[in-house]
């Protein structure tokens, strides 16, 4: 079979699945299937406990769900109140924030010095690893590049498919030490090899926070400012848990249910984080925020803004998906906590960076979006900007490539998965398996010789 035979086959099959595989959208309003885990207002359906985080959306009045501004709780911990701590303090908050995820409480002096050192011994990957994992056949894409980061660093554990507590907390420890070298090296590789440029591994410096050692691996020169340092550890803090049910995070409880290893869970919320409708958002709103200056001749035009929204809500415009990327959460309705956090220190980013005119942008945006999405669109709930909307802009005005946005948000995540992993172990649930009915008809078997 020749290629031209093997395009006219999957053409032939994929037209019989997209004719015979669409299920009738009538049956899963009459079997009240809960499409997504979600109910009609949005609202996830129940399927765990956790005490890692809480979001808070809406409050019940009078017996009615009745939206909120929302909040996130690390740890039973207001995020506001804990990113306002670290920052009062001066101080890099990410490794802060893993040890209160991982442990339920926040460190003591004592406590965090010894966590941040057992972060730095871990923070090294096996010998040769770079060259005979990293930079062999490196991957365009650098969340597969860190899948395979991570699957390959299972052929170094002596205790892999250990998933004893103490074993499996050593593994989340060094995973979270070695995310940012695998995902920063991934990209270094990806640039040499498939983009040209110069081949640059920077080892990581010992008594700096993970966040100073992605700028300081990343950059030619190493350099980077005290406030672009805090800029992306804050970044890292808002990032690094989201409660249960994110889908990445869900993921990860679903495949530890089955008593899988360490590496493969995390994969598969690697694999999950990947998707554009996920942590693979914040480039979309990049992107199409990138359309949208080429296509208004007046960003500061409320109208021409409206114009160009409408059209991106009515699938005529940028990728013609009918969505306005980083605008509208499966959780959130007034507010984004993390988004409002990370507002504040976005103009001042912009300002030092000499990008107000494109803050504005995103600013008007913000504004406007909600009133088209609330015309053109039946919604049940209220929409806001979510940490999507600015992240993407925040690493650009940083330097950093767009195709370490996403791995970004894995370095900050694997933290979450590993709280989330630790926890679906210690409890010994029962392996998550929800129910799927079938709305086939059954029929007779029919022998090769009868069939048309």
């Excluded at 999957?10 to 019989?16: A, M, T």
């Excluded at 985080?53 to 690390?74: A, H, N, R, T, W």
């Excluded at 913000?366 to 088209?372: D, G, K």
């Amino acid at each position: 079979m020749n290629n031209e035979q093997k395009n006219k086959f999957i053409e032939k099959y994929s037209k019989l699945m997209l004719d015979n595989g669409m299920i009738d959208n009538e049956l899963y309003l009459k079997y009240e299937v809960k499409r997504g885990l979600r109910d009609i207002s949005g609202k996830g359906v129940l399927v765990g406990l956790t005490e890692i985080s809480e979001i808070i959306s809406y409050v019940m009045q009078e017996g009615d769900l009745v939206p909120c501004e929302g909040k996130l709780f690390y740890r039973g911990i207001n995020i506001e109140k804990l990113v306002e701590g670290f920052l009062n303090e001066k101080r890099f908050g990410f490794e802060e924030s893993c040890f209160l995820l991982l442990f339920g409480h926040l460190p003591s002096k004592a406590e965090y010095a010894e966590f941040a050192e057992m972060l730095e011994a871990h923070t090294v990957l096996p010998e040769n690893f770079v060259r005979d994992t990293i930079m062999s056949a490196p991957s365009k894409d650098m969340m597969n590049s860190l899948s395979k980061g991570v699957l390959t660093l299972y052929a170094f554990d002596e205790n892999a498919d250990d998933i004893s507590i103490q074993n499996v907390l050593r593994q989340s420890i060094n995973l979270i030490a070695q995310f940012p070298l695998l995902a920063v090296y991934g990209y270094q590789s990806f640039a040499h090899f498939h983009e040209n440029k110069s081949l640059m591994i920077h080892p990581p410096q010992k008594g700096k926070s993970i966040a100073e050692n992605i700028l300081h691996m990343l950059r030619p020169d190493s350099k980077y400012t005290d406030f672009e340092a805090r800029i992306l550890d804050l970044a890292l803090v808002l990032h690094a848990e989201h409660g249960g049910g994110n889908n990445s995070t869900f993921t990860n409880h679903v495949v530890t249910s089955s008593h899988t290893d360490t590496y493969s869970a995390v994969v598969a919320s690697l694999a999950s984080l990947k998707g554009p409708r996920h942590g693979g958002a914040n480039i979309k709103v990049v992107q199409m925020f990138r359309d949208m200056m080429n296509n208004i001749s007046n960003w500061s035009d409320d109208n021409e803004i409206n114009a160009y929204l409408e059209k991106l809500l009515n699938k005529a415009g940028f990728d013609k998906s009918g969505l306005i990327y980083g605008m509208g959460h499966a959780v959130y309705s007034l507010s984004d906590p993390r988004a409002l956090i990370f507002r504040q220190f976005v103009e001042q980013l912009a300002k030092e960076k000499g990008r107000e005119k494109e803050y504005m942008l995103y600013s008007k945006v913000e504004t406007l979006a909600p009133e088209i999405i609330g015309k053109v669109r039946k919604i049940y709930k209220g929409v806001s900007a979510n940490i999507d909307f600015y992240s993407g802009f925040v690493y650009s005005m940083l330097d950093l490539p767009p195709e370490l946005f996403t791995p970004l948000f894995a370095i900050a995540r694997v933290a979450g998965w590993s709280a989330h992993r630790l926890e679906e172990l210690v409890n010994n649930g029962k392996i998550i398996r929800p129910a799927y009915k079938s709305v086939t008809k059954q029929q007779e078997y029919v022998p090769m010789s009868n069939r048309s």
